[in-house]
């Protein structure tokens, strides 16, 4: 079963935005924190940004600090990721993800992860 469901992803020119959504099935996410991680191509996967429970408490990467936002409703399964002046090695496949134990910060070796969408920023 499907847990995680994104969309959003695509082909956009340099310096352009794209908005990534994920929702969790019937709310079971909303007391977990949740994020976006990605995996460019020969690489491996790395945190972008995540999102307390609350909505109250981020965590970005230094590579996309100033550009993206994440967002969610406090208490909410859905999470969202504004990308702005997306430069080409922003390129990747992007994977929503929530942690099933904590509220403020998510490990991968629990999370439970969407099916991951691609992202593709042309130069």
């Known amino acids: 079963q499907v847990q995680l469901e994104e969309s959003g992803g695509g082909l956009v020119q340099a310096g352009g935005s794209l908005r990534l959504s994920c929702t969790g099935f019937d709310g079971i996410f909303d007391s977990y924190a949740m994020g976006w991680f990605r995996q460019p191509p020969g690489k491996e996967r790395e945190l972008v940004a995540s999102i307390s429970w609350s909505g109250d408490y981020e965590i970005y990467s230094d590579s996309v600090k100033g550009r993206f936002v994440i967002s969610r409703e406090r208490g909410k399964s859905t999470v969202r990721l504004q990308m702005n002046s997306l430069k080409p090695e922003d390129t990747a496949i992007y994977y929503c993800?929530?942690?099933?134990?904590?509220?403020?910060?998510?490990?991968?070796?629990?999370?439970?992860w969407g099916q991951g969408t691609q992202v593709t920023v042309s130069s």
């Open positions: 993800a929530a942690d099933t134990q904590s509220g403020l910060a998510i490990d991968p070796r629990r999370a439970r």
